[in-house]
């Protein structure tokens, strides 16, 4: 094998030039590295190749730039929550977003630019340009990686890269498409590519990872390898990003084939999907999430409970507060506003048998409620600690999945029957076979009675969608409550067109005028600003996106 660079600057390449961004110091790049392999010894040494393929994912661990940014971007952006804090001052840079006129200097777009491009584009770029199926790699019997393995690992990557992306895709719209390691890359050709050839990449990764046919399926990965990119989560992905891209009758053949595998299923009570980590995140309704650690098995340890729990006796830092203009959106006896929102005045026990007493005043919290999708219970966190818990979060579950064929169908004019159908799959288990209170809390103010129980009978007269209702209202309304608080809201709101409206309608709410979101929101506001820093980088190569 022809070596480009040796292992330090493969190293360097990964972690600080593989990106849009202030270069690392030259001298320290020209400086080898005292005790580094070169190339061919290290990618001949034992699991090298796997290792890289582990950089690809790695970056999706990152509590702050991936994992609290997924609910910056998708909840504290839109009419679901707002970023609470310790006061309006902490965390500002996420308010001059939500309000509507960010300047292209705001750290959070330019972290979200820096992490993808620097740490998980670069990763993936990497790992393409050295592993072929011609790689010759040692694995841990000590003979060669089969070329089934390796075309395997380069689907995975393919599709990591495509993730990532994404996530910039959604943000900026038009931006650079870099598909080598940064060190061979020209800067100054570095230019924004259109919104089409934006897509047509990131859709030519994904139609080259699903095509692989050593790119397991769903039924057939073990459970050491959850995390790991399967076929039908491959294709339940392209069908959102070709949705996101109005092409709606593609990614209806990709959700039909997801569905018709039979992977999937929905957890019987959606308080298990976030309280558990065996019948929620590890279940078969989840379709693509993110473990602690990709070697092997799942562990802990996010930064998001510590941020998005409440202040004061709760222990965490007050993000994440979902609106009430949310709470409002939820039909009367619907269970799952139990286990979304907690309010201010919930109790819980500790493990010591004292009780927590949630108060949310005294800090930037207008609606006094918080995510109870990122509350672990006190079993979950070894001595209270908010930092070292099993929590994660779903990139794709079945029931969006469910969502998204149903929107599918009514925005190609198919089958409406099938489509109420779909919905009413996600409705039945939230009002019929979901718990009614929260198990682990001794005091909700969204609990439920007994008596409030949706019967089998009650629920076909009463909260069945019937197919010549309003699909469309019906879908969009199901969407944003079975998913609230899971990064989505933003981005649904951006695919129907309807992200200004929304938005400037919530700002002229008194919430909305208390935290500033939607009230100088206009059709100028989307799509974001490019990074400063990041034009000036590449010497004006990068040109400012038009609205900015």
Same mark, same amino acid.
């Given at each position: 094998m022809?070596?480009?660079v040796?292992?330090?600057?493969?190293?360097?390449?990964?972690?600080?030039v593989g990106?849009?961004?202030?270069?690392?110091?030259?001298?320290?790049?020209?400086?080898?590295?005292?005790?580094?392999?070169?190339?061919v010894? $290290?990618?001949?040494?034992?699991d +090298?190749?796997?290792?890289?393929l582990?950089n690809c994912?790695?970056?999706?661990?990152?509590?702050w #730039?991936?994992?609290?940014?997924? !609910?910056?971007?998708?909840?504290?952006l839109?009419?679901?929550?707002?970023?609470?804090g310790?006061?309006?001052?902490?965390?500002?840079?996420?308010?001059?977003?939500a309000?509507?006129?960010?300047m292209?200097?705001?750290?959070v777009?330019?972290d979200?630019?820096?992490h993808r491009?620097?740490?998980? &584009?670069s990763?993936c770029?990497v790992?393409l340009?050295?592993?072929?199926?011609?790689? *010759?790699? &040692?694995?841990d019997?000590?003979?060669?990686?089969?070329?089934?393995?390796?075309?395997?690992?380069?689907?995975e990557?393919? !599709?990591?890269?495509?993730?990532y992306?994404?996530d910039?895709?959604? &943000?900026?719209q #038009?931006?650079?498409l870099?598909?080598?390691?940064?060190?061979?890359v020209d800067?100054s050709?570095?230019?924004?590519?259109s919104k089409?050839?934006v897509?047509?990449?990131?859709?030519k990764?994904?139609?080259t990872?699903?095509?692989? %046919? #050593?790119?397991?399926n769903?039924?057939?990965? %073990?459970t050491?390898?959850?995390g790991r990119?399967t076929?039908? +989560?491959?294709?339940?992905?392209r069908?959102?990003?070709l949705? !996101?891209?109005?092409?709606y009758? *593609?990614?209806?053949?990709?959700?039909? +084939?997801?569905?018709?595998?039979?992977s999937?299923?929905?957890?019987d009570?959606y308080?298990?999907?976030f309280?558990n980590?065996?019948?929620?995140?590890m279940s078969k309704?989840?379709?693509?999430?993110?473990?602690?650690?990709? &070697?092997p098995? $799942?562990?802990?340890?996010?930064?998001?409970?510590?941020?998005?729990?409440? /202040?004061?006796?709760a222990?965490g830092?007050?993000g994440?507060c979902?609106?009430k203009?949310?709470v409002?959106?939820?039909?009367?006896?619907?269970? /799952?506003?139990?286990h979304?929102?907690?309010?201010?005045?919930?109790?819980f026990?500790?493990?010591?048998g004292?009780?927590?007493?949630?108060?949310?005043s005294?800090?930037?919290?207008?609606?006094?409620?918080?995510?109870?999708?990122? $509350?672990?219970d006190?079993? /979950?966190?070894?001595?209270?600690d908010?930092?070292?818990?099993d929590w994660?979060?779903?990139?794709?579950?079945?029931?969006?999945?469910l969502?998204?064929?149903?929107?599918?169908l009514?925005?190609?004019?198919?089958d409406?029957?099938?489509?109420?159908d779909?919905?009413?799959q996600?409705?039945?288990?939230?009002?019929?076979?979901?718990?009614?209170?929260?198990?682990?809390?001794?005091?909700r103010k969204?609990?439920?009675?007994?008596?409030? /129980?949706?019967t089998?009978d009650?629920?076909?007269?009463k909260?069945k969608?019937k197919?010549?209702?309003?699909?469309r209202?019906a879908?969009?309304?199901?969407r944003r409550i079975?998913?609230?608080?899971e990064g989505?809201?933003?981005y649904?709101l951006?695919?129907?067109?309807? !992200?200004?409206?929304?938005?400037q309608k919530?700002g002229?709410?008194?919430?909305g005028k208390?935290s500033g979101?939607g009230?100088l929101?206009?059709d100028k506001?989307?799509?974001?600003p490019?990074?400063q820093?990041?034009?000036?980088?590449v010497?004006?190569a990068?040109?400012?996106?038009d #609205?900015?």
């Amino acid at each position: 094998m022809k070596s480009i660079v040796n292992i330090g600057k493969l190293l360097v390449s990964i972690a600080c030039v593989g990106a849009l961004t202030t270069s690392c110091n030259s001298d320290f790049l020209d400086r080898p590295p005292l005790g580094t392999l070169d190339e061919v010894t $290290y990618l001949s040494t034992k699991d +090298a190749g796997y290792k890289l393929l582990v950089n690809c994912y790695q970056p999706l661990q990152d509590s702050w #730039n991936y994992q609290d940014m997924k !609910f910056v971007l998708g909840d504290q952006l839109s009419d679901d929550c707002s970023k609470g804090g310790s006061d309006a001052g902490d965390r500002v840079r996420i308010t001059e977003i939500a309000r509507g006129t960010p300047m292209a200097t705001n750290q959070v777009l330019s972290d979200l630019w820096t992490h993808r491009y620097q740490t998980a &584009i670069s990763a993936c770029n990497v790992f393409l340009s050295l592993i072929t199926p011609e790689s *010759e790699l &040692i694995d841990d019997a000590g003979g060669l990686v089969s070329t089934e393995t390796k075309q395997r690992w380069i689907a995975e990557a393919q !599709f990591m890269r495509a993730f990532y992306y994404y996530d910039l895709a959604t &943000i900026f719209q #038009n931006i650079p498409l870099i598909d080598k390691p940064m060190e061979v890359v020209d800067k100054s050709t570095i230019t924004k590519s259109s919104k089409e050839e934006v897509m047509n990449f990131i859709l030519k990764d994904l139609n080259t990872a699903i095509a692989e %046919p #050593n790119l397991p399926n769903a039924k057939s990965l %073990p459970t050491s390898e959850i995390g790991r990119i399967t076929k039908e +989560a491959a294709m339940a992905f392209r069908a959102r990003v070709l949705m !996101f891209y109005g092409n709606y009758g *593609e990614a209806l053949k990709d959700l039909k +084939a997801v569905v018709e595998s039979g992977s999937y299923e929905l957890v019987d009570d959606y308080e298990k999907l976030f309280n558990n980590a065996t019948e929620g995140y590890m279940s078969k309704e989840s379709v693509f999430i993110t473990l602690r650690s990709y &070697i092997p098995s $799942y562990t802990s340890g996010s930064v998001c409970p510590q941020m998005n729990v409440g /202040r004061g006796i709760a222990g965490g830092w007050g993000g994440e507060c979902p609106t009430k203009d949310l709470v409002d959106e939820y039909e009367v006896g619907d269970p /799952r506003l139990v286990h979304t929102v907690l309010s201010s005045g919930d109790i819980f026990v500790k493990n010591d048998g004292s009780e927590e007493v949630h108060d949310y005043s005294g800090y930037d919290n207008f609606p006094q409620q918080h995510s109870r999708k990122q $509350y672990p219970d006190f079993s /979950r966190r070894p001595l209270n600690d908010l930092l070292n818990t099993d929590w994660t979060h779903y990139h794709i579950r079945y029931a969006d999945v469910l969502l998204m064929y149903a929107e599918c169908l009514i925005e190609t004019g198919g089958d409406k029957q099938l489509a109420a159908d779909l919905i009413n799959q996600v409705r039945y288990r939230a009002f019929v076979t979901t718990s009614l209170t929260d198990s682990y809390a001794k005091y909700r103010k969204f609990n439920l009675k007994e008596s409030d /129980r949706v019967t089998e009978d009650t629920f076909n007269a009463k909260y069945k969608v019937k197919a010549s209702d309003d699909l469309r209202a019906a879908v969009r309304h199901e969407r944003r409550i079975e998913l609230a608080g899971e990064g989505l809201r933003f981005y649904d709101l951006i695919r129907w067109g309807t !992200f200004v409206s929304t938005m400037q309608k919530f700002g002229k709410t008194d919430e909305g005028k208390y935290s500033g979101a939607g009230t100088l929101v206009t059709d100028k506001t989307y799509p974001y600003p490019i990074p400063q820093s990041e034009i000036d980088y590449v010497g004006g190569a990068l040109t400012q996106n038009d #609205n900015y």
